[in-house]
């Protein structure tokens, strides 16, 4: 027997849309990871990007559990001396929703150029609408 390993022209890609209205941050990043990485499907290859495109809509309503909408802290630097600014999920949830989510996918897929491939296949809006009808997308229940 041979091991399948799937080659970058043959890959089927499907688009998905995810409503992300009352889920959790973490455990939505982790199943849109998942896909975006293409582990749910039996193609699966580890340095091949066999994922789907990935729609994910009302980001501006993700819940979080716990007390991580005022303990958890978002940082980053702006390289000058002092430059450390940090932000509370409640402030970056309510300002940039969009940047939450993807920076949580982006920590579960691959570094590298594989990974940053994978997470140009994520579509992320703060609303109900998207523009890609064209694509014909499928609805993924998260719930």
Do not use: C
């Not at 939505?28 to 340095?47: D, E, I, N, W, Y």
């Not at 594989?114 to 296949?121: D, E, P, T």
């Amino acid at each position: 027997m041979n091991t399948y390993m799937a080659k970058p022209a043959n890959v089927e890609r499907k688009w998905y849309v995810i409503d992300a209205d009352g889920v959790v941050l973490g455990r939505l990043a982790s199943q849109v990871a998942l896909m975006l990485r293409g582990k749910h499907k039996p193609t699966f290859t580890p340095h091949v990007d066999t994922g789907d495109y990935i729609i994910v809509i009302n980001t501006d309503k993700i819940a979080m559990t716990g007390k991580k909408l005022d303990n958890k802290i978002y940082y980053h630097h702006s390289s000058y001396p002092g430059g450390l600014k940090e932000t509370k999920y409640r402030e970056l949830l309510s300002k940039k929703s969009t940047f939450a989510l993807k920076k949580a996918v982006a920590g579960m897929l691959p570094k590298g150029p594989l990974g940053r491939k994978m997470l140009k296949k994520l579509k992320v809006y703060a609303g109900s609408e998207h523009p890609h009808a064209a694509q014909q997308p499928e609805v993924f229940d998260m719930k």
